[in-house]
């Protein structure tokens, strides 16, 4: 207002015209003054990501545990993104000839770029048996069950023997101890980080399984059936897991911090991980499943690549367990040139 009357009195008294051309050098600079320092600070807390789309329709999976609020859990593009097709192309050129030497027998890859949510498949609506992968919903259903009982995660359990009906591994590490007790965190950690399937096991007994049920159902899949040796997933489907944490659309923003940390310090080195530079941060687990009839190697991840983290989930399966590995390290290198050369 004291703008608009200025230039009143200007009109009516006729100021000089230096005051009139100095009340708007101070006005202007005042505006592009607070307008810079507006822009700058708006950011400090959060990242703000614009983009142009053309999507008018969009697939969604919210809670329905409220009778008057429905929270957001995944939200899904219908369809694949033209500008992944070359990635596409080069993957899937690289599988079929692993096909053709016999190195595999079926693969499945699901990659998402987790700023904006476009994404490709490889036949990825396959179902391979998870293996080790089932231990992601384990960890979100033990965590959250703590958000309402924080006294959870320091449980005392102890672990008297050993398991009669637990798989083998093709590829263990350092296992928690017969005869000892451990707090329900450190179960986790070594379930995540060293992939114990004794500490798997200990879990189960020690938590609603009901839970780990719920989560399935909560986030669009069908109910897990118990004791099923034929119970399968599609890479599409177990991508969920880490999408959710990422976001922090299941678990607060704690609870998920604190997941994919775990998933930070796995020690699973020879898949994903081997064809990235060591400088790259990534969070990952992996799952096995063997049979006479064949082995199967799957790995999920995300790659936090400069400010493109983006999610990668292979899913393979062969004769040899010796074989698989190399296909997961060469599928997450042609992922990784391709957007480290694009960027």
């Known amino acids: 207002?004291?703008?608009?009357?200025?230039?009143?009195?200007?009109?009516?008294?006729?100021?000089?015209?230096?005051?009139?051309?100095?009340?708007?050098?101070?006005?202007?600079?005042?505006?592009?003054?607070?307008?810079?320092?507006?822009?700058?600070?708006?950011?400090?807390?959060?990242?703000?990501?614009?983009?142009?789309?053309?999507?008018?329709?969009?697939?969604?999976?919210?809670?329905?545990?409220?009778?008057?609020?429905?929270?957001?859990?995944?939200t899904d593009i219908p369809n694949e993104s033209g500008d992944l097709l070359s990635l596409k192309n080069e993957i899937n050129t690289f599988l079929e000839s692993k096909k053709l030497s016999g190195e595999i027998s079926n693969a499945s890859v699901y990659f998402r770029e987790l700023n904006d949510g476009s994404w490709m498949n490889i036949n990825g609506n396959e179902g391979f048996h998870p293996g080790s992968l089932i231990k992601i919903p384990i960890l979100i259903t033990y965590l959250k069950f703590a958000e309402d009982n924080?006294?959870?995660?320091?449980?005392?359990?102890?672990?008297?023997?050993?398991?009669?009906?637990?798989?083998?591994?093709?590829?263990?590490?350092?296992?928690?101890?017969?005869?000892?007790s451990y707090r329900a965190n450190e179960l986790l950690e070594a379930m995540i980080e060293n992939?114990?399937?004794?500490?798997?096991?200990?879990?189960?007994?020690?938590?609603?399984?009901?839970?780990?049920?719920?989560?399935?159902?909560?986030?669009?899949?069908p109910e897990p059936p118990e004791n099923d040796p034929n119970f399968s997933i599609s890479a599409v489907n177990v991508s969920k897991?880490?999408?959710?944490?990422?976001?922090?659309?299941?678990?607060?923003?704690?609870?998920?911090?604190?997941?994919?940390?775990?998933?930070?310090?796995?020690?699973?080195?020879?898949?994903?991980?081997?064809?990235?530079?060591?400088?790259?941060?990534?969070?990952?687990?992996?799952?096995?499943?063997?049979?006479?009839?064949?082995?199967?190697?799957?790995?999920?991840?995300?790659?936090y690549l400069n400010e493109s983290p983006y999610l990668l989930t292979i899913m393979t399966q062969g004769k040899d367990m010796n074989k698989l590995p190399p296909i997961l390290s060469e599928i997450s290198k042609i992922t990784y040139n391709h957007f480290n050369t694009t960027m």
Do not use: W
């Open 241 to 303: 897991f880490f999408r959710v944490l990422y976001s922090s659309t299941y678990l607060n923003k704690a609870s998920s911090e604190y997941a994919l940390t775990l998933f930070s310090k796995s020690t699973f080195q020879i898949g994903i991980a081997n064809a990235l530079p060591k400088e790259i941060t990534i969070v990952h687990k992996f799952g096995e499943q063997g049979t006479p009839l064949g082995k199967e190697l799957h790995e999920i991840a995300i790659i």
């Open 150 to 180: 924080p006294s959870l995660l320091n449980k005392q359990i102890k672990y008297e023997k050993v398991f009669s009906n637990m798989p083998n591994q093709e590829y263990p590490d350092k296992m928690i101890q017969v005869g000892k």
């Open 195 to 221: 992939s114990d399937n004794a500490a798997t096991m200990l879990l189960i007994q020690n938590v609603n399984m009901n839970g780990f049920k719920k989560f399935f159902t909560d986030i669009g899949l």
């Open 1 to 74: 207002m004291k703008f608009l009357h200025f230039f009143k009195e200007f009109l009516i008294k006729r100021l000089p015209l230096y005051y009139l051309l100095l009340t708007l050098l101070i006005v202007l600079g005042g505006n592009y003054y607070f307008f810079n320092e507006y822009e700058s600070s708006k950011n400090l807390n959060s990242q703000i990501i614009e983009y142009n789309t053309c999507i008018t329709k969009m697939s969604q999976v919210r809670t329905k545990d409220f009778k008057f609020i429905h929270p957001l859990l995944l």
